[in-house]
Structure formats: structure tokens, C-alpha cells
């Protein structure tokens, strides 16, 4: 078991870590410009958001970035939604990437999880990449005309993004557990003119087969050509080997600053996806923040995010060849064929940024890994964390199993800005449980119902000024009105996220999780984060997830959902542990109402657990029948859900009599 979180940080940067960090170069390039002194971190993070232009200027001269028409200005226009970056600028996001092209080392390293092998230099990334997109438009693909994907966490994936992005056409994927249906549901809506997908891939020890969904994927996108990855080629399509051969130059046209690079979806559990438009120039200018300032990674790096193309991490990894870092792809289950897999590939490519999931470390600790022991991770200079918060007891665990000199930086932030808000920094101290800063030129705040800021009490994550990186649009939305009902609905003109959060007084961040599901007992609100970090830390328990149901009489009902491993009953001895370890980890208020075993807890796709979905089940209507199945990670435990909801309406009707 981990031990008990201490107050004190967990990790401190010593003198050596802050004098050759590249965002303590970076500080220094803004004072001798701007005549400013920070005395650390939050000085200059308190000197981004008050001078956004000044500072995401700096950004640009600092990275080098250049542009074939000078802007007129860094920011035009700064209402939210609304605000135009750097207009009169044309760049294209993969130029940031050619220009690594002659390095005489790998740019992307590939880990099968059968432990084969492979790896792109730069030099073979860059004829790949010419080669396709010389292929694109032969193929009638144009600046504006959409690319997709449906690939495994393969290098094609990467070239294959490279090359879109590099003729101005706009990008987009889903990794392969995504059924066809599910995967129509997407990259229907964009109306592709190429699908770029493989033959199957490896999970569990076993062959995927996916060419029946990619069958199925390509009569449903009719109007698209096809490029299969993988030794079965289909009647009709171009195999990947023609697709990339020859001897072609890699030249990014230039596009507007603002010109549409990829669309990402969200999870689409009750509705139809939501396309995210993000641009070239503002994901550029974020990624070259969040990779190298924020997450200090750069050329002497191997960078390793355990994702799939489905999510927004995926896009993120890609973004360590900006700054000319080798990103590993690797694709399969993490725990196979042992629980500390991802540990074993950071060891044997000397990884030196490792990111992954709470829910994976979780996983670590119930196997009893030692990581540090049993593997040489003498490479690593820092674990990544993101997809749920992680609890104090986790980042504990992986300072005493992984190394106390290696900082864990826990981040926090979206799809809707493929980026964080908030995290780690390399000149910061981690305290367990937080995430140490807002990140550079974000906004951040925390607001009560009524707007306005809290600090060291519960609040809703809000940003206050624009960030580069917000989406352009929404796909299929000319209007806007979905885009504006997403964020900025309940504060006009202020991005509210869905987080709700504590500020503290040193700055630092706790999460508690979304706070359209927020626990709400009595008026007193509570995450149920806290709940989930006490309870899955028992032996006993696989996983679990807590709702708060309201109901019309305004009754109130917050039961507990566990995952019980085989061979465990639950009793009343351990439904009294339950609530013992909730009283003495979160509080007497978060202990549930009852506890239920259940055979699985459904989540989204890319991991995120279906709290919001299964209450509203449990609140009655019509909510089951817009759940999308196709987007739930086990549908078939949707049913069991919809069961014991009947259940509680029965139950709720006959106490009324």
C-alpha cells in the first residue's frame, strides 16, 4: 500500500534543475526585453496573463517561428469566443517539424506489444512525409479538403498527420477500438476524401482483425479514396509502400494563422460527437509552451505518452518533434503481458518523459510493481499524468516505487484545448495530490455560482482571457450557438470548463472532477474524486463510481458502485471498510447512501468513467435511449445499469405509496 501523504512537497527542484531548465531561459529573454524581474515562477506566470500579447510574442521570437506575411497584430480582437490571433500571418504547423529534417537520429521510435521493434530517422520521417503528400494530391487533396485516419499508435498515423497537415488539408482520426459505426459517427460528419486505416493491430496478446469495420468505414465514406497500412490490401485501395515511395519534397505550404489543422471529437456518449476545430498557429504556439517550457522537453528527449489516436494526448506526444524530441509510439494493452509494461519500454528506449493514467498507476500498485527495482529507468527525468486526477496517494507511491528525484507532473485540461490548464514545471516543487501551476498565459481562476473568484474553497475552473489554442469552431456549427453553449453559457464571456477545482494559497491546484457530476448533499457539494481515491486503494476493490441522483420530491440518493476482485463477496465487514476508509480519507459527508457490487464500471473511450450518463439513467426518462453504446468502452454493461435503474424507480414509487 502507498503511505499516507505528507504536506510536505514530494519533490523540490534543486539549483541544478532550475538553472538549466529552458523555461528559466526563457524568463530571462522576457526581462532583459521587457525590464521586468520575476523572482520565480508565479512571478512570470502572473506577468503572461496581464501581458498576453507581450507574451505570446515572446513565444514566437522565442521558438523562431516564422511566417511567409508579416501579422498586424497578436491579438485583434480578444472577446471570448471570438478572439483572432495573429492575423495576416500564414505559417503551416509542420514547418516547426522540417525543420529537424537533417538530424542523423530517430525521430520516431515504434514498440509492438509483442516487443517488435522499428524506428523512423528524421531523415526517412521526411521522405515518408513528401512521398504522401505528393500521393494527397494526386489524389485531387487540396487545402481545406479533410484527411482521416482509423490506425492503431503507429508511426503511419504520425506521417500520415504530417503529410495532411503539410498540403493545408485537415486531419483527423480514431484509433481502432472504435467500432466502424462509432468511427462513422466521427469522421462522417467532415465527408473525407482520403481514409487512411490498417488491417488490424495487436491487444492482449491477440490479432485484432479489423478489415470487416474498415469494410463497412469505407462504404460509409463513399466519397473517399483509401490507403491501407498492413499486408491485406483491399480491392481498390493504395497499399502503404506505393503511398510513400520515392523521393518527394517535404514543403508545408503556408496557411493562415487560423486555418483549420485537425478536427478531435468529443466522447459522443449522449449525442452525436462534437467536432473541435483547432488551428495550425494556435496549436503551434501552445504545444511549443506546454512541450518545452512547461514539460522541459527537447532534443536529447524520448518522449512517451501512452494514447491512442482517439485522444487528445495522441496529438499532444506529436508534438515533441517540434521541438526536435524522439516520441515513441506504442500500441496494445499496458498491462501485457505484465502490469508494469509501460515501465519495461521506458527502460529499453530510455525514455526520459513517461506519460500515462492514474488509473494505470493504480493498476501498478494492486500488482505490487516495483518499477525503480526491476527496471533501469536511470533515463527518466519526469512521469506525465493526466485523464483523471490522481490521488495523493498514487504520486507517493510513484516517488517511492519510480524515484523521489523524478518530479510527477499531474495535468489538467481537455480535448476542447488539446493542451492543460495547469500542471507541473520543472522550477516548481510538486506537493502530492496538486498540480503545482497554471500553466503560462493561461487565465485560470476559480468562480463560486454567482462569478466570482474563491481561493482555497471549491469553484469552477474558469479561464478569463483567451488562449491561442481554443478551438477555431465547432464542426457543422456556422452559427456558433453550439460552441457558445458549450463554454461560455453560464459566465458570458468567461470559458467555464466542466472542472470544478480548489485554488490554494500557494498557488497550487486540486481537482476534483467534473462538476456537471458533482455530489450534492444537503447543499454541501463534494467531488467525487475524493471518494474514488480512498475506496480503490483497498485490495478489495477493482474500481468504483459514486452519483448523486436527485429526484422530483427532492429526495437525494448517492450510491456506490465497486468492482470487486474475484472471489470477493461483498459483506458487511467490507462494506464497513468501505465506508471506514471514505470517513478517514474524504470525510462522515461522502460516505454513500449504499453500496452496490457491480460487474464493471463503463467509461468513454479514451477512459473517462460514464458518471454523468449512468445518473441520468438512474433519474429516469428517456436518458438510456440517447446514451450512444458505440462510444462506451463495455456497451453491454450500459444494461446492467439501465436494470438497476428500473429498480431504484420501482423501488422509489413504491416507498411514495
Not at 138 to 154: A, C, W
Request: charged letters at 20%; hydrophobic letters at 40%.
Amino acid at each position: 500500500m502507498p503511505r499516507t501523504p505528507s504536506p510536505e512537497p514530494q519533490w523540490i527542484p534543486s539549483a541544478a534543475d532550475i538553472d538549466v531548465a529552458r523555461i528559466t531561459d526563457f524568463a530571462q529573454r522576457v526581462q532583459e526585453r521587457h525590464h521586468v524581474t520575476f523572482e520565480d515562477y508565479t512571478g512570470l506566470w502572473e506577468w503572461s496573463v496581464a501581458n498576453l500579447e507581450q507574451f505570446w510574442q515572446m513565444v514566437w521570437d522565442y521558438f523562431g517561428i516564422t511566417s511567409e506575411t508579416a501579422p498586424t497584430a497578436v491579438l485583434s480582437e480578444s472577446g471570448m469566443p471570438g478572439a483572432q490571433w495573429f492575423p495576416g500571418a500564414t505559417l503551416n504547423y509542420v514547418d516547426q517539424i522540417a525543420r529537424h529534417a537533417s538530424r542523423d537520429t530517430a525521430a520516431i521510435r515504434y514498440v509492438r506489444e509483442d516487443g517488435t521493434r522499428s524506428q523512423l530517422t528524421w531523415s526517412e520521417l521526411s521522405r515518408q512525409v513528401g512521398a504522401l503528400a505528393h500521393t494527397l494530391r494526386g489524389s485531387g487533396v487540396s487545402s481545406g479538403d479533410r484527411v482521416v485516419g482509423y490506425l492503431p499508435n503507429i508511426p503511419e498515423a504520425v506521417v500520415a498527420f504530417l503529410a495532411t497537415a503539410s498540403i493545408g488539408a485537415i486531419w483527423s482520426a480514431c484509433g481502432q477500438d472504435y467500432s466502424a459505426s462509432a468511427a462513422l459517427d466521427r469522421l462522417g460528419q467532415l465527408n473525407p476524401k482520403v481514409l487512411i486505416t490498417a488491417d488490424g493491430y495487436l491487444y492482449g496478446g491477440k490479432f485484432r482483425d479489423k478489415s470487416e469495420d474498415v469494410r463497412m468505414l469505407r462504404d460509409g465514406l463513399a466519397t473517399a479514396s483509401t490507403i491501407l497500412v498492413g499486408e491485406r490490401v483491399a480491392e481498390g485501395s493504395t497499399d502503404w509502400a506505393t503511398a510513400t515511395a520515392g523521393d518527394h519534397e517535404w514543403a508545408p505550404a503556408a496557411v493562415p494563422f487560423d486555418h483549420p489543422l485537425w478536427v478531435v471529437f468529443s466522447s459522443g456518449t449522449t449525442g452525436l460527437p462534437k467536432g473541435i476545430v483547432h488551428s495550425h498557429g494556435g496549436v503551434l504556439l501552445e504545444h511549443l509552451k506546454a512541450v518545452a517550457l512547461q514539460s522541459d522537453i527537447g532534443p536529447d528527449d524520448t518522449f512517451f505518452w501512452y494514447t491512442s489516436p482517439s485522444w487528445m494526448m495522441w496529438n499532444f506526444q506529436v508534438s515533441g518533434l517540434l521541438v526536435g524530441s524522439t516520441i515513441v509510439c506504442a500500441d496494445g494493452n499496458p498491462g501485457y503481458p505484465a502490469p508494469d509494461a509501460l515501465w519495461s519500454i521506458a527502460a529499453e528506449e530510455g525514455v526520459t518523459f513517461l506519460g500515462t493514467s492514474p488509473g494505470y498507476v493504480l493498476s501498478c500498485i494492486k500488482a505490487g510493481s516495483h518499477p525503480a527495482r526491476e527496471h533501469d529507468l536511470s533515463a527518466l527525468r519526469a512521469v506525465g499524468i493526466t485523464g483523471s486526477s490522481l490521488p495523493a496517494s498514487s504520486s507517493m507511491w510513484l516517488s517511492d516505487h519510480v524515484g523521489a528525484d523524478i518530479p510527477v507532473f499531474s495535468i489538467s485540461g481537455g480535448t476542447d484545448v488539446v493542451s492543460a490548464f495547469a500542471g507541473g514545471v520543472r522550477t516548481m516543487p510538486v506537493w502530492p495530490g496538486e498540480l503545482s501551476v497554471p500553466y503560462l498565459g493561461v487565465a485560470l481562476d476559480s468562480y463560486d455560482e454567482n462569478g466570482r473568484p474563491v481561493l482555497g474553497d471549491v469553484g469552477e475552473l474558469v479561464v478569463t482571457k483567451p488562449m491561442p489554442s481554443m478551438p477555431v469552431r465547432f464542426w457543422n456549427d456556422p452559427d456558433g450557438i453550439r460552441y457558445r453553449d458549450a463554454y461560455f453559457d453560464t459566465f458570458p464571456g468567461i470559458w467555464r470548463h466542466g472542472d470544478w477545482i480548489t485554488r490554494t494559497e500557494r498557488g497550487s491546484i486540486v481537482v476534483h472532477g467534473r462538476s456537471d457530476s458533482t455530489l450534492n448533499r444537503n447543499g454541501i457539494r463534494m467531488g467525487s474524486a475524493d471518494i474514488y481515491q480512498a475506496v480503490e486503494l483497498l485490495p478489495e476493490i477493482v474500481e468504483s463510481l459514486v452519483l448523486g441522483v436527485e429526484s422530483e420530491d427532492g429526495g437525494y440518493w448517492m450510491p456506490l458502485f465497486v468492482v470487486l476482485t474475484e472471489g470477493t463477496e461483498l459483506d458487511d465487514a467490507l462494506r464497513q471498510r468501505i465506508n471506514g476508509v471514505i470517513r478517514e480519507h474524504a470525510s462522515p459527508r461522502h460516505v454513500p447512501d449504499e453500496i452496490i457490487a457491480a460487474p464493471g464500471i463503463p467509461h468513454t473511450r479514451t477512459g473517462k468513467k460514464l458518471e454523468v450518463p449512468i445518473k441520468r439513467i438512474f433519474q429516469g426518462g428517456e436518458s438510456a435511449k440517447s446514451l450512444d453504446r458505440s462510444a462506451v468502452d463495455v456497451p453491454e454493461l450500459v444494461d446492467w445499469y439501465i436494470e438497476r435503474g428500473r429498480d431504484h424507480d420501482e423501488g422509489r414509487v413504491h416507498r411514495a405509496r
